[in-house]
Nanobody, 125 residues
């Protein structure tokens, strides 16, 4: 059974940075597409970036400098660069286990099969 777990959420001051981590149980962390999403109450989940099975990253054009995704052999990370109050949200990590091009990853929630419980990030002074 595949499990996805986020960690590293918390409080960050505006302009600061914060790194979230995502680990998986029952699934190698590399070789599969992983996505990061954020959600605020009353709204749907928004893709903020993803990493393909080959390690290619992709971000929405409007958020390209706002987030950085990296991966090693134990975890996938999401760094929030120069945090803004509007980054206050629950951040989710998700894994895609169905076949996709190894150099491609998607920013849509429907492309991911397994989700973590979420990590709260609050940007406030």
């Amino acid at each position: 059974q595949v499990q996805v777990v986020e960690s590293g959420g918390g409080l960050v001051v505006p302009g600061g940075s914060l790194t979230l981590s995502c680990t998986t149980i029952g699934l190698p962390i590399d070789g599969y597409a992983m996505g990061w999403f954020r959600q605020v109450p009353g709204q749907g989940r928004e893709g903020v970036g993803c990493i393909s099975g080959y390690g290619s990253t992709r971000y929405p054009s409007s958020l390209k400098r706002q987030f950085t995704i990296a991966q090693d052999n134990t975890k996938t990370t999401l760094r929030i660069n120069s945090a803004k109050p509007e980054d206050t949200a629950t951040f989710y990590c998700a894994a895609r286990t169905e076949y996709s091009s190894p150099s491609y990853c998607a920013l849509e929630t429907s492309d991911y099969m397994y989700w973590g419980p979420g990590a709260q990030v609050t940007v406030s002074s």
